[in-house]
């Protein structure tokens, strides 16, 4: 399978604010990508004080 990007994923930056809504920059891309960086934060968090 081919992934394929469009020229606007690559000539698109994150906004100068996006610290305010997305938990990376990364995230900022598609709702998805902040849904899964957003849970893999926790999950690591969680682990880290031992929670799970």
Same mark, same amino acid.
């Given at each position: 399978? $081919?992934?394929? !990007?469009?020229?606007?994923?690559?000539?698109? =930056?994150? $906004?100068? %604010?996006?610290?305010? &809504?997305?938990? &990376?920059?990364?995230?900022?891309?598609?709702?998805?990508? %902040? !849904?899964?960086? =957003?849970?893999?934060?926790? *999950? %690591? =968090?969680? $682990?880290?004080?031992? *929670? *799970?």
């Amino acid at each position: 399978m $081919k992934i394929r !990007f469009t020229a606007m994923q690559w000539r698109n =930056t994150p $906004k100068p %604010d996006w610290q305010n &809504s997305y938990i &990376s920059a990364y995230a900022t891309m598609h709702p998805w990508e %902040d !849904f899964a960086e =957003t849970w893999g934060t926790v *999950l %690591d =968090t969680a $682990k880290n004080v031992n *929670l *799970l």
